[in-house]
């Protein structure tokens, strides 16, 4: 079984990544924001609280996303293990999560603020079947049109500027020391982000010594 954590600001390519390590290793992938926002377009009781919160930029309170996580990986769904993308936030949620689960790898990829703000303002999300884009590395065929359902793409709510700046400075000040944590029990891989995607997938590969890729989809 393999459990994993991957961490990186916004834009940084660590929900793609964990994609394609759900794919190869068969693991169960949870996306904090993905719940967020399955939370919102099902109009549950949290809903409303969470929309205005991540539509200003900030972060829902630690609370919430430990109750979210802890229901989550509660359902005990994750046969071969999990990947978990967007959690800790904080030094005191790595702290609960490290009580509660062992954890093989943190996997942190790396990428400058400037990288990160160019590619977050150039993600688009289908309004309808909800795949997503980015104008930079994956380009529908028809300007803002889905290629798979021919939905329109729009832009997240909150990848703004303003939000993004703000987002990226709760990283900084509140998930970057949860890494030195993490390294006291040297469970941290540092990946360089600025690599195109199958080549940061080959790193991790490599890092958790896996069976390196022999060709990826797109």
């Known amino acids: 079984m393999h459990k994993y954590i991957i961490m990186g600001p916004q834009g940084s390519g660590k929900g793609t990544q964990a994609k394609l390590l759900k794919k190869k290793l068969n693991l169960s992938h949870f996306s904090v924001g993905d719940i967020f926002r399955w939370h919102v377009q099902s109009h549950t009781k949290l809903a409303a609280r969470i929309k205005r919160l991540i539509d200003a930029g900030q972060l829902v309170p630690d609370e ?121 029990k040297e469970l941290v891989l540092r990946i360089d982000g600025t690599q195109d995607r199958d080549t940061v997938f080959a790193e991790i590969c490599e890092k958790l010594e896996l069976e390196q890729p022999t060709s990826l989809e797109s």
Do not use: M
């Open 64 to 184: 919430i996303v430990e109750e979210i996580i802890r229901r989550r990986l509660s359902e005990h769904d994750w046969n071969y293990g999990f990947i978990l993308d967007g959690f800790p936030r904080n030094v005191e949620q790595a702290q609960f999560f490290l009580e509660s689960y062992d954890v093989d790898a943190v996997i942190y990829i790396d990428v400058p603020k400037r990288v990160t703000i160019e590619r977050a303002l150039a993600r688009r999300i289908c309004s309808n079947c909800k795949l997503d884009y980015n104008l930079i590395f994956h380009r529908p065929e028809v300007e803002d049109t889905c290629d798979v359902c021919g939905g329109r793409l729009v832009a997240r709510a909150d990848d703004n500027e303003e939000a993004l700046n703000k987002r990226l400075g709760d990283f900084t000040s509140k998930t970057l020391p949860t890494l030195e944590l993490f390294d006291k």
